[in-house]
């Protein structure tokens, strides 16, 4: 065998470790648990963990952890070794099939927002064996789900799993009601591109903003940036290709199929995109990506920033989510087919999708919505954070047809009647032309590119999976009971097609006449996560959300008000480091500066009257009426901040630190950035953009 599919999943106690190693019968209940969803039984589970263990210790391992994603969007890990004691003096390793499936980590320290007096820091992790355990750093890791003992989701996967199950429950229905009796589960697909910088750890280690927030805070403008448009897709350094080689590998070993790498447009800016897999899978290895990312990164002397908006001036980082749906059976439901019977099938998820996407843009956009991404959406590089769908010119003009009984002009003059005509060919490598569209369908998916490179996938997916299952829902409803399938389907696409065209939008998102279009098309737009978040209460969506059984009017609460304060929590981290910077950095050094010009130009002075003193003369004054902004700014933004601290509302403290905080930092940010211009470069208290950006 080659040497990647040598080291492919060695990590991983995946099926075919599973087969060679669990009896027989064991195995097999194990899979029905996995495919019915069951709940293991405790002698299965011993059996289980057995061989786990065994598996675990002859690769290294010596600890095992429940491996969770609480609220805060990372993963969390707590590890207990194998030992166990004996009265002789000497250990045993030993695992059990009830640590296996559940362990009982002390949720009062992790966001719970209002739930906190409602489960009392209780709560627990839970096994999901549909994600295969894996080895990491000599610590067994289980993929567990985290709940409160009341049964609180507490965590991102709990939803997530939950919104699997609602989309499967309703797209079971319709894709029976198309004859597809054989299947019997069909599951949400996920591929996220993941975007990322690379800054040399020298240089990131003298600058407290990347250490404390990830993002540079101050910084002006390189020589040169993007213009050159040169990095992208361009040779890659040899000290950057050692660290993907080695990311790649650690990536395999646990089963995460890395596949494509590439500079992306941005100097330093990397991309690593995997082949898609089941959703719940593709998001616990994108958050384990993310994590290796950071730690491969470092063993190079590099430090990876995962970061929305590292440098500002510079294009920022996303994920494009890629999502479809595929049966047990191999069938994908967003591919077009050949049949009339296939193509009526996709055009009605296609309808779903629409009508589902129009109807809740808005929990799409605060599906996204973080500090982060605020700086992304909107700017003149990311989807804007208007919600809109591009289907491409031909299949819209498709859609058109249908919807106004009128012929297909391309095509062959046909009039699209569904159920009984093929759909005319459209050129499915077309539709990915249009890159500035924030959900655009690519042939045989929808490319969701509004999250931020740091999120958790898990949210846009549930928010995506639980939207399309009610839309599903409702159509499932009325052709269940339909006298004319083929007519009541025809109508069905036709009416939503008539309400929910607004939506599709095929033009360039990035262009100012779209923010005016989609106001009058009466589309959303959402320009902060302060302005989305509040979305998420609203009756309509809690109802939404309990009928599709993915979150709880409590559970909805108490992940806005934990969003919410996470957004005021890393606006307050970065206004303190500014504050931090300027006092003991920025204006320190330039005081050194101005020292050094005035005397200077006493000096020369004392030397003759004559010697021409215009350039210290002129950038002292400059830099000290740059210094003087910089002051007033500087005890603005402290005041605001002394201000926000006494707000003990967290929607209060929100919109202070949209309408006056972030203001604030923005006008202490230009005149630091203008004194960076101005001052010799040995004065300059941290790494500048040039380096940071092409130092590698
Ligand atoms: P690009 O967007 O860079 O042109 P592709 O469109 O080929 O590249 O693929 C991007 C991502 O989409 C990859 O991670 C790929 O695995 C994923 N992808 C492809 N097919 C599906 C699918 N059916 N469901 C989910 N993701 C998919
Ligand atoms: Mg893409």
Redesign the pocket.
Known sequence: MDKVSEMYGTNVFNEKTMKERLPKETFKELEKTIQDGKPLNIKIANAVAHAMKVWAIEKGATHFTHWFQPMTGVTAEKHDSFIEPRNDGTVIMSFSGKELIKGEPDASSFPNGGLRATFEARGYTAWDPTSYAFIKDGVLCIPTAFCSYTGFALDKKTPLLRSMEAINKQALRIVKLFGHDDVKSIKT?????QEYFLVDKEYYEQRKDLIYTGRTLFGAMAPKNQEMEDHYFGTIKSRVQKFMNELNEELWKLGISA??EHNEVAPAQHEL????STTNIAVDHNQLTMEIIQRVAKKHGLVALLHEKPFEGINGSGK?N???I?TDTGI?L?EPGETPSENAQFLLMLAAIIKAVDEHQDLLRLSVATAGNDHRLGANEAPPAIISIFLGDELTSILESIENDTPYIEGEHEYMRIGASVLPNFQKDTT?RNRTSPFAF?G??F?FRMPGSALSVAQPNIMLNTVIADALQEYADILENAEDFDTTLHQLIQETLRNHKRIIFNGNGYDDSWIEEAKARGLLNLKTTVDALPYSILPENIELFERQGVLSKDEILSRYEIMMEEYTKILNIEALTMVDMAKKQILPSIIRFEKELADTILLKASVSQSLPVGYEASTLEAISNELEQANEALLTLQSDLDKLHAIDNFELAAAYVRDRIIPAMDALRKPCDKLEMLTGSEYWPFPTYGKLLFGI
Do not use: M, Q, R, Y
């Not at 697909?189 to 591109?193: D, N, V």
């Open positions: 697909t996920l591929g996220p591109e596949k494509t995109a995997p082949v898609f494009h890629n999502w479809s595929s994908n967003l990915d690519t045989n998916k490319e």
